[in-house]
């Protein structure tokens, strides 16, 4: 039953959930703005969104862990006071470099705020109820991460643009005031602190996802991305080798030997990768290809956002019908066949088409969208023990955000490759081999589901968990 608990629970979370998700994409419109104010160049430019997605990415699972040891609560209103902050700091920013720093400390904010949520959520319903709590919590996700473009533009349109960052603080000092009086502590696994381990861990993923954020416009043979990717790939092997000596691990590897937490963490990677890719792709589509404005195209996109606002709890209902992976399957397949779609749209009919004719297939996306977020946290939670779901929860978020940005990485190269873009038409040309492209990603993200929550791997599934209940009792 949702209690008068739970349902403050649930507005606490998803208020600072919903401002966190909805900062990875709001300044984006007002970047020209941005650039007059302060004279900006274009390497600030990408710094004003790379800065919070580095900080983002990279601290997720460490504030996890850290919320298992230290309480679940006090690591998420940590978050919360830390991306408030970062708010009104961007929002007196007088310089690029102000910016940059504040939209950093707004990731790190927001890296605590975002997987604590889902544990918080995840452990104040019973086994039960679950799976629609988190198809709540995945709706409040999938909004603030899509809508973000409309309220930018709405806000960029008619006030000033500090105004975009403004907003958060009232929200933010709001959640962390329920929160202190609403939310009960709780904890996870105790584990040692491993400042070695976290370093490692924090430093090869910047690696990585600096080196994906800077492909396109560096050159992936460059020496910065290729150092950055190698020197990433390099750490991150050291850190595995380093945990496997370690008697009480900062992430426990072993949860990859059960079949259907690999699964879902892996069709996670591979949706984010292919949905984000062909998202930010589709939105410049609209105002590149077809010359709508940045509010028109952020007010057209809720076609496809309005879906996934819908879908996502309906989700959770439908997974405690028919289970996760069913439910997961046929999102995908929605995205997939939407995407496709897409691309023979174009390829039929060129650039010059009424929206009516691409607006079922963004509802088709969204849709597909908000079926597969409530399947895929409930099914990498229900995988592990419960008091392991903060580590779940920090290395699926994580593994979906490094996902979204190896995505738009991979669509970005394939959009650029060939003849220059001149004109709309060529835009459009450019624009399907991506599409495609991001549905083959959909693809394998379908076939980690099929293939690896199969009766095949249920007998290592059960010997992992019976291994971990003898591991309980010696230890």
């Not at 919903?18 to 650039?35: E, H, K, R, T």
């Not at 800077?214 to 150092?227: F, L, P, Q, R």
């Not at 404005?293 to 989700?315: D, H, K, N, Q």
């Not at 592990?384 to 991979?410: C, H, K, M, Q, Y």
């Amino acid at each position: 039953m949702f209690t008068a608990s739970r349902v403050r629970l649930l507005a606490v979370t998803c208020t600072a959930l919903f401002m966190a998700m909805l900062d990875n994409l709001v300044i984006g419109v007002a970047l020209p703005s941005i650039q007059e104010s302060f004279k900006a160049t274009i390497t600030d430019l990408q710094w004003f969104m790379n800065a919070y997605t580095l900080a983002f990415s990279v601290l997720l699972i460490p504030f996890s862990v850290l919320g298992e040891r230290f309480g679940r609560k006090k690591m998420f209103l940590t978050g919360v006071v830390l991306f408030t902050l970062g708010s009104a700091l961007s929002g007196l920013s007088e310089s690029s470099i102000q910016l940059i720093l504040s939209r950093a400390l707004q990731g790190v904010g927001g890296a605590a705020i975002v997987p604590l949520s889902l544990t918080l959520v995840n452990s104040a319903f019973p086994e039960k109820m679950r799976a629609a709590a988190l198809g709540l919590w995945s709706g409040i996700s999938g909004l603030g991460l899509s809508v973000g473009p409309l309220v930018g533009g709405l806000i960029v349109e008619g006030a000033p643009w500090q105004l975009i960052f403004w907003v958060n603080v009232p929200a933010g000092m709001l959640a962390f005031v329920l929160g202190l009086f609403w939310l009960k502590e709780s904890t996870g696994v105790k584990k040692p602190l491993d400042p070695l381990g976290i370093l490692l861990l924090g430093t090869g993923l910047f690696g990585v996802v600096f080196g994906l954020e800077k492909g396109n416009h560096e050159g992936w043979t460059s020496d910065i991305v290729a150092g950055s990717l190698a020197g990433g790939l390099l750490l991150l092997i050291v850190f595995y080798l380093w945990q496997r000596t370690r008697k009480q691990p900062f992430v426990r590897f072993d949860f990859f030997r059960n079949g259907k937490y690999s699964a879902f963490i892996f069709s996670g990677f591979w949706m984010n990768a292919g949905i984000f890719g062909s998202i930010f792709l589709l939105t410049l589509f609209l105002q590149q290809g077809q010359g709508y404005s940045a509010l028109e195209a952020g007010v057209r996109t809720m076609a496809w956002t309005g879906c996934t606002m819908i879908a996502a709890p309906l989700a959770g209902l439908a997974v405690s019908r028919f289970g996760n992976k069913a439910v997961l399957s046929l999102g995908l397949v929605l995205q997939g066949l939407a995407l496709i779609g897409f691309g023979m749209l174009i390829l039929s009919l060129g650039v010059d088409f009424p929206f009516g004719y691409q607006a079922p297939l963004m509802m088709l996306a969204g849709a597909g969208m908000g079926l597969s977020f409530t399947p895929l946290a409930h099914g990498v939670l229900s995988s592990v023990p419960e008091d392991s779901a903060g580590e779940a929860s920090g290395i699926s978020n994580s593994t979906r955000e490094l996902g979204g940005v190896f995505g738009i990485a991979i669509s970005g190269l394939i959009f650029q490759s060939g003849s220059q873009i001149q004109s709309p038409a060529d835009f459009g040309s450019h624009v399907v081999p991506a599409l495609l492209i991001s549905a083959g990603m959909i693809s394998l993200a379908l076939l980690s589901v099929l293939l690896f929550t199969g009766s095949a791997l249920k007998r290592r599934t059960l010997a992992v968990k019976q291994s971990q209940a003898l591991i309980k009792q010696e230890t």
